[in-house]
């Protein structure tokens, strides 16, 4: 007997679909359906929940705080039952652009804010480019977040940005990171304008795995420090 199929294509009344194209087919008596799925929306919401880790659905869940997303294209072509697609059974895509974001990283960390980029998903993975935002008072250039599986979700971060050093003090003192780097940094105090990178590496089912590196290029700062019997000023490096 021939595959059983079905086909849709159209629009969406209230105007959020703007283009839907799918065919279902199913290939014999039993098997689990393939499909393949084409959709062009003006607001998409794509979580898949029903695949992820509750710790890593949990940290997603609490982790995006506000923010909209529009011009969404997602795809799906491939098995049901073999989504996400760890073996390159099929595809699964989803994309679109966000704007006035919150975003929580981790408890004592401060807010993303502001954020204005795209988010896409690709099989058992999540991206995202911020272009524009602010945390803690630093204007940000450029932050790269990436979730490499659902299962064992690790989020890779990487940011620029430039301020003044007595916010990016407070943000990275008042962080986790703070006691981590030392006692000596914790008693840092500072003035002037400077440019910042971060890389972090975050396990989200084990956050006391996480890893760092941060990176600061002052331009004629003034630095205080107990040790040190006046400021220093005019810092630069």
Do not use: C
Request: proline share 6%.
């Amino acid at each position: 007997a021939p595959p059983a199929v079905g086909r849709w294509a159209g629009l969406d009344p209230a105007g959020v679909v703007r283009e839907l194209r799918a065919d279902v087919v199913r290939q014999r008596a039993g098997a689990a359906p393939e499909f393949a799925v084409s959709v062009d929306v003006a607001d998409l919401a794509v979580r898949p929940v029903g695949r992820m880790q509750p710790r890593s659905l949990a940290w997603l869940e609490a982790a995006f705080r506000q923010g909209t997303a529009s011009d969404g294209v997602l795809s799906y072509h491939g098995p049901v039952r073999k989504f996400p697609f760890r073996a390159g059974e099929g595809e699964f895509k989803a994309r679109a652009s966000v704007r006035d974001v919150t975003l929580l990283f981790l408890d004592g960390f401060a807010p993303l804010k502001g954020a204005t980029g795209t988010v896409e998903f690709h099989n058992a993975s999540i991206a995202a480019a911020v272009t524009a935002g602010e945390i803690g008072g630093l204007r940000l250039r450029r932050v790269s977040f990436a979730l490499d599986d659902y299962k064992a979700a690790t989020l890779d971060i990487y940011g620029e940005g430039s301020g003044d050093v007595a916010s990016a003090l407070r943000v990275l003192q008042a962080s986790p990171l703070g006691p981590q780097i030392g006692a000596q940094f914790m008693q840092l105090t500072g003035r002037g304008p400077a440019d910042f990178s971060l890389r972090l590496k975050l396990p989200t089912q084990n956050l006391q795995a996480r890893d760092y590196l941060v990176r600061t290029r002052l331009r004629s700062v003034t630095v205080g420090w107990p040790v040190l019997r006046v400021p220093a000023t005019g810092v630069t490096g």
